[in-house]
């Protein structure tokens, strides 16, 4: 199993920047891709990114171009790099590992972007 914990959420202007982390751990070795999902209050779940083990990282098209997702192995961390940020990208932002086990997910972390 693997459990996953993320951070770096809050509040940042429109036009600004924000660094989530999803720090992972447990059967860490298994995880075959990490992802980054968001949902906003009466919306549903929006996938954003994701980075496989091995391959290229995909996007949402509604980020494609401002949201970078990225992973350090080194310190078991999945990163997503949120720039230009705009007040609909305002949600949770949860992160998802799949591995042999099935899927697991993080607790969330909040982005609001508001002036």
């Known amino acids: 199993q693997v459990q996953l914990v993320e951070s770096g959420g809050g509040l940042v202007q429109p036009g600004g920047s924000l660094r989530l982390s999803c720090a992972a751990s447990?059967?860490?070795?298994?995880?075959?891709?990490m992802e980054w999902y968001r949902q906003a209050p009466g919306i549903q779940r929006e996938f954003i990114a994701r980075?496989?083990?091995?391959?290229?990282?995909d996007y949402a098209d509604s980020v494609q171009g401002r949201f970078a997702i990225s992973k350090d192995n080194a310190k078991n961390t999945a990163y997503l790099q949120m720039n230009n940020l705009k007040p609909e990208d305002t949600a949770v932002y949860s992160c998802?590992?799949?591995?042999?086990?099935?899927?697991?997910w993080g607790q969330g972390t909040q982005v609001t972007v508001s002036s």
């Open positions: 447990g059967s860490i070795s298994g995880i075959e891709v």
């Open positions: 998802r590992a799949i591995g042999p086990w099935g899927l697991t």
């Open positions: 980075i496989p083990s091995l391959g290229e990282p």
